[in-house]
């Protein structure tokens, strides 16, 4: 079974300046694909960004990118120059590969971008 | 482009009844996965929904029911409600063979039991 963990309830940050949330997983597969998710208040589930295990370049979208460490199990987003409307929940999920299988979530990361 | 629509957004049920959730699919997307987010926790999901029948299921019980119609829309129904089923629902789409695409998900239903 695969598991996803973030070790980060909450976190805070000033305006402009940079964050990194914190993810592990746990599979034995080697075919997955790894994403962050962030949740506004409105709770709409959107994607920052995502990445596919075989990739070994870490992904990037404008501001958000992430440290993909495959052999330590671990998958981090840094956000750099922080906005406002970046507070929001993050949740890091995990999806095998080959399918339209279900995503598995971690717990939560709440994130305040303080200005 | 709608996007994925989900209704109601709020319902307050009492314990023991039955819900019926319902999810439109973005356009062009064939499959419809339903998750539950209780209160501070990450989705958990429920169950999966591909050319009309169910192909994944997860640790729910048979409680938790599920309908695709052909145009690919969705229902979720709860039966017998317990106060712990009080979450908010998701419901995400995709296109299964597509193998790299995304989940888009709606904004969810809140689900309140009395």
């Known amino acids: 079974a695969q598991t996803v963990t973030q070790s ?19 599979t034995s597969e080697s075919n997955y694909y790894l994403f962050w998710y962030k949740q506004p208040p409105s709770r709409q589930m959107i994607l920052v960004i995502r990445q596919e295990a075989y990739k070994q370049q870490n992904a990037t979208e404008n501001r ?29 999920a995990f999806r095998l590969g080959g399918s339209q299988g279900n995503l598995i979530f971690g717990k939560g990361t709440k994130l305040s971008v303080k200005p | 482009d709608a996007g994925v629509t989900q209704s109601p957004t709020h319902l307050i049920k009492t314990r023991g009844q039955q819900v019926t959730l319902r999810c439109s699919p973005k356009s062009g997307h064939d499959t419809v996965s339903w998750y539950q987010q209780a209160l501070g926790q990450g989705p958990q999901f ?20 599920g309908h695709q119609f052909p145009n ?8 017998a409600l317990l106060l712990g089923d009080s ?11 597509g193998m790299n695409t995304e989940a888009f998900f709606g904004q969810g239903t809140r689900l309140t039991v009395v």
């Open chain 2, 87 to 97: 979450a908010l629902y998701l419901c995400a789409s995709s296109f299964r063979r």
């Open chain 2, 46 to 65: 429920i169950f999966q929904y591909y050319e009309e029948e169910e192909r994944q299921r997860g640790n729910f019980p048979d409680r938790f029911s």
């Open chain 1, 64 to 92: 958000f990118s992430v440290n993909f460490q495959k052999a330590a199990k671990s998958f981090s987003l840094k956000i750099s120059d922080s906005q406002l409307g970046d507070t929001a929940m993050y949740f890091c």
């Open chain 2, 72 to 79: 690919y829309s969705s229902e979720l129904n709860v039966n």
């Open chain 1, 8 to 26: 980060q309830p909450e976190m805070s940050v000033q305006e402009a300046e940079t964050v990194t949330l914190s993810c592990t997983y746990d």
